[in-house]
């Protein structure tokens, strides 16, 4: 690997030779513009405004653009000789516990190997202290025109340096969380737990780039006069109905993925809701129902319906009764019953006395 910094490591009063080796590469298929007419290139050409003509690379310096447009040239040199300790030495400011280090600092990966024979008892101490103590190395280092930040830490038996932002490059991040108050229930973060520990761990270098390789593949084919593989369009994705049921079915999919078996027991919700979990949620607006109007020759039904009402009521209150009242009441009723009877009996016999006329004696004929 070609080495793109030459330097030292600054450990106290140790100094370790180094060379800053990248740690990274880039795997991404890169593509070239064209004319899409005739397929020609199109490139960028270096051209100064001043002489209005292209220049080579050796001619192209830096400048820093003042205020007013004004160019003011800076040199390799004038950067070579800036009164910095770290402009060829990555100084170590502090030892710290590898947690501390916030991953939205973590920039570009470095290795740094030793150069040289002399190099390489000094880099083993630290290498090894490194690895003891289990913190990383807090250090200072000058790449490319600017100052920057890094951290040192173990990898197998390398020293590997990442180049972190200094904290006032990261942005506060206001206005990215959610604006309203969310309350999340103890089932759902039970069913979280459930999925994360279905998903498992997963082991960094089996993952690959699926998108490369089909990139790829689509070049060949077309290279080849081929026709490329086209994947099918995706299905539309569903509505989320309860975030609930979502869970329970990414679940089941990760244990059915692994070939584990699921609990009959875990049912979707919106299948307990006798819903399709597949289904767009579609709300309509019932509208109210109107009052009907009552039609005159509909009265002796309504009369009917309130005495069959009042009838159900009654009888409600004579269940809701003790045995010993209800029994009481059957009494007293049959009493009073038999007592409306008789006296119905009595006053309908006295009418019927005086509205019946005396029959008239008939005379018997006197035979000769």
Known sequence: MRSIWNGAISFGLVSI????????????VSFRQIHTEDGGRIRYRKVCELEDREVAQAEIGKAYEDADGTMIPITDEDLAQLPIPTAKTIEIVAFVPADRIDPLQMD????????GVPAAKPYTLLREALKRSQKV???KYALRGRERLGMLRVVDDVIAMHGLLWPDEIRVPEGVAPDTDVTVRDKELDLADALMDTLGEVDLADLHDDYREAVEEMITAKASGEHPATSPSPAPG???????????????????????????TETD?????????????????????????????????????????TAKKAQSQRQSESPASASASASASA????????????????????????????PRKRTA
């Open 108 to 115: 570009a990966a470095y290795y740094l190997s030793a150069n």
């Open 17 to 28: 030779p180094i060379k800053l080796v990248n740690a990274t590469e880039s795997h991404s």
């Open 335 to 362: 009493k009073k019953s038999t007592r409306t009877t008789k006296k119905t009996t009595a006053t309908k016999s006295t009418t019927t006395a005086k509205k019946t006329p005396a029959k008239k004696a008939t």
């Open 269 to 309: 919700a919106t299948e307990r809701d006798g819903m399709e979990t597949g289904a767009k949620a579609e709300v309509r607006r019932i509208s109210p129902r109107a009052t009907p109007k009552q039609t005159p020759g509909k009265k002796s039904t309504s009369t009917a319906t309130k005495k069959t009402t």
């Open 137 to 139: 190395a807090i250090a």
């Open 238 to 264: 569903a509505k989320v109905l309860d975030l609930m049921a979502a869970l329970e079915k990414s679940v089941r999919e990760a244990k059915e993925s692994r070939g584990e078996e699921t609990d009959a």
